[in-house]
């Protein structure tokens, strides 16, 4: 039942997200009343109300709620005070609940933030934000007939596929493997933007929230080696040896410019950050080249189109000042 409604919440956008919600929220809380858009005035800022008690809710439900928060503010803000100018005069604001999904992703803590300033310039007695675990947890409450009724039973094959499919085009999405060359050049060059290393943290936390099944062992294993490599990646590039330059974190040789007592100990240094960084560079592109041939076996035989990444040396750094790219065929345990 549960990975019928991770199902269902993942593949929910807009409007569909907004019907989850109402036909939840229905069974949960008496006297909660949805609210339908009225020809061009739309629903004032108000997808459902608890008209007695004062209560509101405005639904958000972007297709990638991570990639820019400043909508999810501005959204917030905007619903609030269109909410505020219309329904107030029908039923005083006591409490505004901003619902959003967040495919079990997490929001930034900008719009709890954003939402106790709402309660405190209005007076409110209480806001907050609903985000999809919150929203499961409402119907973990409720009976079983009202489950059944909300979330129909589903073959689970299709299930578990549906979420194994739904993983796999959010990687190749948050981790932007079609311009993978880019981000391979970059770590060939000892560097990372940091919008791509902002993904690969992203990806990692997406692998750790997502409940994978029992169905697929091979896949599993894939999937848990593919966390344990971009996990191991993003964070070769923490640390004092790292600095941030025009958006790019990169080795830090700023010491070469100046004279040092320890050139050679601190030259030896790099060279094993370097070795290190192109062995976890190796195992992410070899990582997940396995992931995704597990998908196509199990999920879907034509993603990512078939294709595969390599390591991207166009500068020739590895190869004698020549353009190559190479194909990792093994998992480099241990440091070069």
């Known amino acids: 039942m549960y990975l019928n409604f991770r199902l ?15 036909k939840i929220m229905g069974a949960y809380k008496n006297g909660f009343q949805p609210v339908r858009p009225h020809g061009n005035i739309g629903d004032r800022g108000n997808d459902g109300w608890i ?6 809710y405005q639904v958000y ?6 990639k820019n928060s400043t909508d999810v503010l501005n959204k917030a803000k905007a619903d609030f005070i269109k909410l505020k100018k219309y329904w107030d005069k029908i039923a005083p604001l006591k409490e505004y609940y901003f619902v959003v999904n967040d495919k079990y992703q997490g929001v930034g803590p900008h719009i709890s933030k954003l939402l106790e300033e709402i309660r405190v310039e209005n007076g409110l007695d209480k806001t907050g934000v609903i985000l999809a675990q919150d929203l499961q947890n409402f119907f973990h409450d409720l009976k079983p007939e009202q489950k059944i009724s909300i979330i129909p039973l589903l073959d689970s094959q299709n299930v578990h596929q549906n ?12 981790l932007d493997i079609p311009n993978w060359v880019r981000t391979s050049e970059n770590l060939i060059a000892n560097a990372i933007q940091d919008s791509a290393l902002d993904n690969f943290y992203k990806a990692n936390l997406l692998i750790n929230k997502t409940q994978l099944s029992g169905v697929y062992e091979s896949l599993n294993n894939s999937i848990i080696q593919l966390g344990i490599a971009i996990l191991d990646l993003a964070e070769h590039f923490s640390g004092n ?18 004279w040092v007592s320890n050139f050679d100990e601190q030259s030896e240094r790099d060279t094993v950050w370097i070795n290190e960084l192109y062995r976890k560079h190796n195992n992410f592109v070899y990582s997940f080249n396995v992931f995704a041939e597990n998908v196509r076996k199990y999920i879907q035989l034509d993603f990512y189109n078939g294709q595969v990444i390599t390591i991207v040396d166009s500068l020739g750094v590895y190869n004698e000042m020549v353009n190559s790219e190479y194909l990792p065929d093994q998992f480099i345990e241990n440091p070069l």
Not at 163 to 174: E, H, N, P, V
Not at 241 to 258: G, H
């Open 8 to 22: 269902c919440v993942l593949e929910a956008n807009a409007q569909r997200y907004e019907d989850l919600f109402v």
């Open 51 to 56: 008209k007695d008690e004062g209560i509101y």
């Open 61 to 66: 439900a972007p297709e990638d709620v991570t």
């Open 163 to 174: 979420i194994y499919k739904f993983l796999a085009d959010q990687l190749i999405k948050i």
């Open 241 to 258: 040896l790292v600095r941030l330059d025009s958006n790019f974190y990169r080795l830090d040789k700023s010491w070469r410019q100046k």
